[in-house]
């Protein structure tokens, strides 16, 4: 890995996590109730996806794993999972307008909580600041959440594609289905150590709800995988940056406003020190 030039400014890297942080509206979506409404108005139900608890079992856990690691995509990965499941009520064409729609609605919902908007505003115009949007997530959350930014005028661009100097862009957004693994592991930081982040790094500040927020009928909110996935990513971060981040453990509880109030108040004062 080539090394950051000594001629440039160090820089404060401040990254937050989407889905239950700067998102609480993809937690919502996801909610019992809300989701199996979801999967009614989509169609889903109608073919045989019709409780929360099927649509976890039947169509998140067969496919997270690939689809949160690939190009494949919610709406191929999904629609190829029911196929295969050979529901008698289910023809391939109502089975890929059901995702799609499904789909639609949930990017739709996975709105950033304008409550952020100041918060990401000073950081986009911080100078030595550069922020980051890291999310394990469907490929098709990349666009999803850059139209999200742009709506709230934070200027954006894909984490994979680019290189640039510190201050043309504030935010760059890195899905884990676009580099190719979770962020969990040390590639994903190396690779955009390569791409996005080629700059010296003074401090490492990392915003995330590490599972905590999310609805989920898989394992994947149980505290010990959410302390295993903790120390796996501050581990990555150390090993590619050389630096220990300062977490901040965002957890919205009850409470929404008054944690995100809490959670930008912590940012600052880091990023003042």
């Not at 993809?26 to 608890?53: C, M, Q, W, Y």
């Not at 023809?91 to 739709?108: G, H, K, N, Q, W």
């Not at 580099?179 to 590639?187: D, E, S, V």
């Not at 995330?208 to 903790?230: A, H, K, M, P, V």
């Amino acid at each position: 890995m080539p090394k950051p030039s000594k001629n440039l400014k160090s820089v404060t890297l401040v990254i937050f996590d989407y889905s239950g942080t700067l998102s609480l509206g993809a937690v919502e979506f996801g909610k019992p109730g809300n989701l199996e409404r979801h999967l009614e108005e989509s169609g889903l139900a109608g073919i045989g996806i019709d409780t929360a608890n099927r649509y976890w079992q039947k169509v998140v856990t067969p496919t997270w794993s690939s689809a949160s690691t690939s190009n494949a995509g919610f709406r191929s990965a999904v629609a190829d999972c029911m196929r295969k499941m050979k529901i008698p009520s289910a023809t391939p064409r109502s089975i890929e307008t059901a995702v799609a729609r499904f789909l639609d609605a949930y990017m739709r919902h996975s709105h950033i909580d304008k409550k952020w908007r100041p918060l990401l505003s000073d950081i986009q115009n911080r100078p030595n600041t550069l922020g980051l949007i890291a999310t394990d997530h469907y490929a098709e959350a990349t666009d999803a959440i850059l139209a999200h930014l742009a709506a709230l005028g934070i200027r954006a661009a894909p984490a994979t594609n680019e290189m640039r100097p510190a201050g043309e862009t504030a935010f760059s957004v890195a899905n884990s289905a676009d580099i190719g693994c979770l962020k969990a592991n040390r590639q994903f930081w190396a690779t955009l150590r390569k791409t996005c982040l080629p700059l010296p790094v003074k401090k490492l500040v990392l915003v995330d709800d590490f599972g905590l927020n999310e609805q989920d009928c898989s394992g994947y909110t149980e505290n010990s995988r959410i302390e295993n996935r903790i120390i796996a990513t501050c581990q990555a971060l150390g090993g590619v940056f050389g630096l220990n981040p300062q977490v901040i453990k965002f957890q919205a509880r009850r409470d929404i406003n008054a944690a995100i109030v809490r959670t930008i108040r912590t940012v600052k004062e880091s990023l003042q020190s």
